[in-house]
């Protein structure tokens, strides 16, 4: 009997283990189907999961693998970022590869430096001595072992073709000098229309502009003395020869020309930018500006069109058979230059407004180096509001016993050109290299009259007679149309000092960041 029980027992464990070899059935497979794709896994992502996990395809599933998934799937357990990363991943931890030494260095290599906490340094090496570095930077002296600087290297392709792969020994906003199996080559960042680099044997993940010339985002609030459409950034302060100001919010800022402030004007100059736009290769503005001075004083209006206004002299004898003798010229080309006998008072003030509008616009340079921009904007003022009250009285002296009365008079230009108080004008910059900017300017202005450099130092000064720290002398010769160009250096990331070809001849701008 025992013998047929054992016989029994046998025979049912062997039905069971081939029923565990017996391949899925259809019903269960369409099953698995259905469930995945209620579940928005895919059946690319389902055959990995089940090659991942079992090693064989979807129909090659044994009946109690199916119905393990199929379980699977109903509950939830299978989710889409399982399936994405292999079994075998999730169960074990990947080895990160290891970083390379760098396998150069020399003295007097400058670039940027990576290192193998991560850490980077803008430096030059002073001297290596017994496996220590003496690395100097901005912020001091360092002493680092080699063994802490991971190698740079970089695959570089350009424009004819040539392709160097070596060891970056230094690099320069314009260039980089790579250490090749041949030799050491000096590569033009215009010259590259393709570049790899490694740190540390690893690529770079950031992306690498190939020919990144570092412009930074130090727009010009004006150029010369015509303001853009782009004011300062917010908690930024900045003082120039003429004027100071505040960037209230990244569209509003503040001005002020401290040597009417100083004379008794307080003044205000207020710049709105309404419109912006910016993509990867150009940024486009507009903004308008009010210009508001208390007191300012009427000598300025006068001193600024002297050229617009005529002195006239007449001789009067008592014969009535002999015509006047009359001559004019105008006030900035009288011998003496002096508004306080033009003046109805010396010392009157008015209030004064003005009213701009600007559109700037600018672009990557085709060169890839930097960027170019434009500005174009028109300025009009009330300076002629009431003129003809703020010239003298006519004022008449005779001779002695002769009968022969003098008079003198000055009048306004009555010219169409004079109606109306305007500037037109278009500026340009351009990025010659990382800190150095060329300037030109265009402009149509009525008001407008060049001076020597000399002039407009008096000017400045006050040593005319004229307010400090303003440019409104009378002198000069009128050109409604005139232009200008010049340099601008940046001495550091807030100094900036310019030289140019017309007044006032030397600008200077500086910048107090988070003020």
Same mark, same amino acid.
């Given at each position: 009997m025992?013998?047929?029980?054992h016989l029994?027992?046998?025979? @049912?464990?062997?039905?069971?283990?081939?029923?565990?070899?017996?391949?899925a059935?259809?019903?269960q497979v369409k099953?698995?189907y259905?469930?995945?794709a209620?579940?928005?896994?895919s059946?690319?992502d389902?055959?990995y999961?089940i090659?991942?996990?079992?090693?064989?395809?979807?129909i090659?599933l044994?009946?109690?693998?199916?119905?393990?998934?199929?379980?699977?799937?109903q509950?939830?357990?299978?989710?889409?970022?399982?399936?994405?990363?292999?079994i075998?991943?999730q169960?074990?931890?990947?080895k990160?590869?290891a970083?390379e030494?760098?396998?150069?260095?020399?003295p007097g290599?400058?670039?940027?430096f990576?290192?193998r906490d991560?850490?980077?340094?803008?430096?030059?090496?002073e001297?290596?001595?017994d496996?220590?570095?003496v690395l100097i930077?901005k912020?001091?002296?360092?002493?680092?072992?080699?063994t802490?600087?991971?190698?740079?290297t970089?695959?570089?392709?350009? =424009?004819?073709?040539e392709?160097?792969? $070596?060891?970056v020994?230094?690099?320069?906003?314009?260039?980089f000098?790579?250490r090749?199996?041949?030799?050491?080559?000096t590569?033009?960042?215009?010259?590259?229309?393709?570049i790899?680099?490694?740190?540390g044997g690893? &690529?770079?993940k950031?992306?690498?502009?190939?020919?990144?010339?570092y412009q930074?985002?130090q727009?010009l609030?004006?150029?010369?003395r015509?303001?853009t459409?782009f004011p300062?950034r917010?908690?930024?302060?900045?003082i120039?020869? @003429?004027?100071? $100001?505040?960037g209230?919010?990244?569209?509003?800022m503040?001005?002020?020309r401290?040597?009417?402030?100083f004379?008794?004007d307080i003044?205000l100059?207020? =710049?709105?930018?309404?419109?912006?736009r910016?993509?990867?290769?150009r940024? =486009?503005?507009m903004?308008y500006?009010?210009?508001?001075h208390?007191?300012?004083?009427?000598?300025?209006?006068v001193?600024?069109?002297?050229?617009?206004?005529?002195?006239i002299?007449?001789t009067?004898?008592?014969?009535?058979s002999e015509?006047?003798?009359?001559?004019?010229?105008y006030?900035?080309n009288?011998?003496?230059?002096?508004?306080?006998?033009?003046l $109805?008072?010396?010392?009157?003030? &008015?209030?004064?407004?003005?009213?701009?509008?600007?559109?700037?616009?600018r672009?990557?340079?085709p060169?890839?180096?930097g960027?170019?921009?434009?500005? @174009?904007?028109?300025?009009?003022?009330?300076?002629?509001?009431?003129?003809?009250?703020m010239?003298?009285?006519?004022?008449?002296?005779?001779?002695?016993?002769t009968?022969?009365?003098n008079?003198?008079?000055?009048?306004w230009?009555?010219?169409?050109?004079y109606?109306?108080?305007?500037?037109?004008w278009?500026?340009?910059e351009?990025?010659l290299?990382?800190?150095?900017?060329? @300037?030109?300017?265009t402009?149509?202005?009525?008001?407008?009259k060049?001076?020597?450099?000399?002039?407009?130092?008096?000017?400045?000064?006050?040593?005319?007679?004229?307010?400090?720290?303003?440019?409104?002398?009378?002198? $000069?010769?009128?050109?409604?149309?005139?232009?200008?160009?010049g340099?601008?250096y940046?001495m550091?990331e807030?100094?900036r000092?310019?030289v140019?070809?017309?007044?006032p001849?030397?600008?200077?701008?500086?910048?107090?960041?988070?003020?």
């Amino acid at each position: 009997m025992k013998t047929y029980m054992h016989l029994i027992a046998f025979i @049912l464990a062997s039905v069971s283990f081939a029923q565990e070899e017996v391949n899925a059935l259809p019903t269960q497979v369409k099953a698995i189907y259905s469930l995945s794709a209620s579940s928005a896994i895919s059946e690319k992502d389902l055959s990995y999961y089940i090659a991942s996990k079992y090693g064989k395809k979807v129909i090659d599933l044994t009946q109690p693998e199916a119905a393990e998934i199929i379980v699977a799937l109903q509950s939830g357990t299978i989710e889409l970022e399982t399936i994405k990363t292999p079994i075998a991943e999730q169960n074990t931890t990947a080895k990160p590869k290891a970083l390379e030494m760098a396998a150069i260095l020399e003295p007097g290599m400058s670039k940027l430096f990576h290192f193998r906490d991560r850490s980077v340094r803008q430096g030059t090496i002073e001297s290596v001595e017994d496996e220590i570095v003496v690395l100097i930077t901005k912020t001091g002296k360092f002493r680092i072992p080699k063994t802490e600087f991971l190698s740079e290297t970089a695959d570089v392709t350009i =424009r004819n073709g040539e392709r160097y792969n $070596g060891i970056v020994l230094a690099e320069k906003p314009e260039s980089f000098l790579i250490r090749t199996t041949f030799g050491d080559a000096t590569i033009q960042k215009t010259e590259i229309v393709a570049i790899k680099r490694f740190h540390g044997g690893i &690529m770079a993940k950031e992306s690498e502009d190939k020919r990144k010339f570092y412009q930074g985002d130090q727009e010009l609030i004006h150029i010369f003395r015509d303001p853009t459409a782009f004011p300062l950034r917010t908690n930024t302060a900045y003082i120039s020869g @003429l004027s100071i $100001g505040y960037g209230l919010t990244d569209r509003f800022m503040i001005t002020s020309r401290f040597g009417s402030n100083f004379a008794g004007d307080i003044n205000l100059h207020p =710049r709105m930018q309404f419109y912006h736009r910016k993509t990867a290769k150009r940024e =486009r503005a507009m903004a308008y500006g009010f210009g508001f001075h208390r007191n300012y004083p009427v000598k300025s209006i006068v001193g600024k069109y002297s050229h617009a206004v005529k002195k006239i002299s007449k001789t009067e004898t008592p014969n009535p058979s002999e015509d006047a003798d009359v001559s004019s010229e105008y006030l900035n080309n009288t011998e003496e230059l002096s508004l306080s006998s033009a003046l $109805g008072e010396s010392d009157a003030t &008015m209030i004064y407004a003005e009213f701009y509008l600007v559109y700037s616009s600018r672009r990557v340079n085709p060169n890839g180096r930097g960027k170019i921009g434009y500005n @174009l904007g028109i300025k009009t003022s009330n300076a002629f509001y009431k003129r003809n009250s703020m010239l003298a009285k006519p004022k008449s002296s005779s001779s002695g016993g002769t009968g022969i009365v003098n008079t003198t008079s000055y009048e306004w230009d009555q010219n169409a050109l004079y109606a109306v108080p305007f500037r037109a004008w278009l500026s340009l910059e351009y990025d010659l290299r990382k800190d150095l900017k060329f @300037l030109a300017s265009t402009w149509i202005d009525n008001g407008w009259k060049s001076k020597s450099f000399g002039e407009v130092l008096s000017d400045y000064t006050g040593d005319d007679n004229s307010s400090a720290f303003t440019l409104d002398a009378p002198g $000069g010769k009128s050109e409604l149309f005139d232009f200008d160009f010049g340099f601008m250096y940046a001495m550091n990331e807030s100094f900036r000092i310019g030289v140019h070809f017309n007044q006032p001849y030397i600008d200077f701008y500086w910048e107090f960041y988070e003020f």
